[in-house]
């Protein structure tokens, strides 16, 4: 200690020896010792950073884990590096400093700040770190990791700022923390979104809610997309058409939205598509009919087993066939209906397992809507549409052999037509 008293007084002593006035000396012996403190800790701590990192990154590519990896990421060993200096600069403040004590309380006071902020960017280099490094492991991949590492970053920062007060003031933390209890609305107020998103990202996060990858729908912000990220205040939505919609996070619990999750997790990805058949089209079928009908393959069976059942009930019932509305009669929207069933059986993508049926819907000015609704196996996306359309290009083909008609608006080249024969 005593040699490191007489460097500070190097200049002092020479000063002095050569006639300076004493005050004169002290001043210039001052500046000196801080210009040279100043000089040594950025080539101290350049070095320092330099060392430190090298060594972690050349340990860190010896070793398995990706942890360390992270560590470097997140600079953990920059902000270790700076530590050293720091410990150089409050063991030479006193020397450098000495016979100016508020000069020094001030100094020392600049550097427990600075090492409270220190201390901070390397607690939240760990988090980064941790949260990266969870984000690789598949029990995390779709959890809201982000948002619980920005609520712990924000503790850390609002305990840092109660020390720095506490250090700049002299006051103890029971202060302050007495202080933030009477401001409670303010900081309530102040703090609303990051409250609110916390509580959303537990509640997401505990009752399963979304996940990160999951194609969430919500109409009232656009959105229509897989999420990519959930953080502390907002959710992320990369759409289908590469925009990205922000949502906040509690909007997921305040507002109904759609996950898709059930379905990707499904057997199939559900059909659920109507034909508009022209009511006029729809008549009774004479024997005639049930001849030509037969030649078509998947109905063949059907209408035979179904006329000879009609058949039966009608001699016992004793019904007049010479009119068809007498009795029970078969239809061609009951044989085309009959024939969409079979259809969707017999397609390679349709999931056999899960619901499908070919039903009417109510009558509508448009006709009558004959639904399909059948479960495609193949969920995605371009592959479905591809599927969906498959099938009713061919239901829509095979509507005129069975003498029905497709409702659709007349269209000028219609009107044309029928002036015509006019």
Not at 228 to 246: G, Q, W, Y
Request: with cysteine; proline share 3%.
């Amino acid at each position: 200690m005593e040699n490191l008293n007489w460097l500070t007084k190097l200049v002092y002593n020479y000063l002095r020896e050569h006639g300076f006035e004493e005050q004169t000396a002290f001043n210039i012996n001052l500046l000196v010792n801080v210009t040279i403190l100043l000089v040594a800790v950025i080539l101290f701590d350049w070095i320092c950073r330099k060392v430190v990192v090298q060594a972690f990154k050349a340990f860190s590519d010896k070793t398995k884990t990706t942890f360390d990896d992270f560590l470097v990421e997140s600079n953990f060993p920059k902000y270790v590096g700076h530590v050293i200096p720091l410990i150089l600069v409050v063991n030479l403040i006193p020397a450098i400093f000495q016979g100016l004590e508020d000069w020094k309380i001030a100094v020392m006071a600049i550097t427990d700040v600075y090492l409270i902020i220190l201390i901070i960017w390397i607690l939240r280099s760990l988090v980064k770190t941790t949260r990266d490094f969870l984000k690789t492991k598949e029990a995390f991949r779709d959890k809201p990791v982000d948002s619980f590492a920005q609520v712990i970053i924000i503790v850390f920062w609002i305990i840092g700022c109660l020390f720095i007060f506490s250090t700049l003031t002299g006051k103890s933390i029971l202060y302050f923390l007495g202080t933030l209890g009477a401001a409670s609305a303010v900081i309530l107020l102040v703090f609303k979104d990051s409250i609110l998103g916390f509580v959303a990202s537990i509640q997401v996060s505990v009752n399963d809610m979304v996940r990160v990858g999951d194609w969430i729908t919500l109409s009232k912000y656009g959105a229509d997309g897989d999420v990519f990220e959930i953080n502390l205040t907002t959710v992320k939505v990369r759409n289908f058409d590469n925009t990205i919609t922000t949502i906040p996070t509690y909007a997921l619990i305040s507002d109904s939205f759609q996950n898709w999750r059930g379905m990707q997790n499904s057997g199939g990805r559900r059909i659920k598509r109507a034909i508009y058949i022209k009511t006029n089209s729809v008549r009774f079928l004479t024997k005639e009919d049930l001849a030509k009908f037969s030649k078509i393959k998947d109905v063949a069976d059907y209408i035979e087993h179904r006329q000879r059942d009609i058949d039966n009930f009608n001699r016992e019932h004793k019904y007049d066939k010479t009119n068809l509305v007498n009795g029970r009669n078969q239809t061609n929207l009951g044989i085309f209906r009959k024939y969409c069933d079979e259809y969707l059986k017999t397609h390679p993508a349709t999931n056999k397992d899960m619901t499908m049926m070919t039903r009417h819907l109510a009558p509508t000015p448009q006709g009558i809507p004959l639904e399909i609704y059948v479960f495609c196996s193949d969920k995605r996306w371009v592959n479905y549409e591809r599927i969906m359309a498959d099938i009713f290009e061919h239901l829509i083909a095979a509507v005129p052999y069975f003498d029905l008609e497709i409702y659709e608006l007349p269209t000028g080249k219609d009107f044309h037509i029928q002036q015509e024969q006019v």
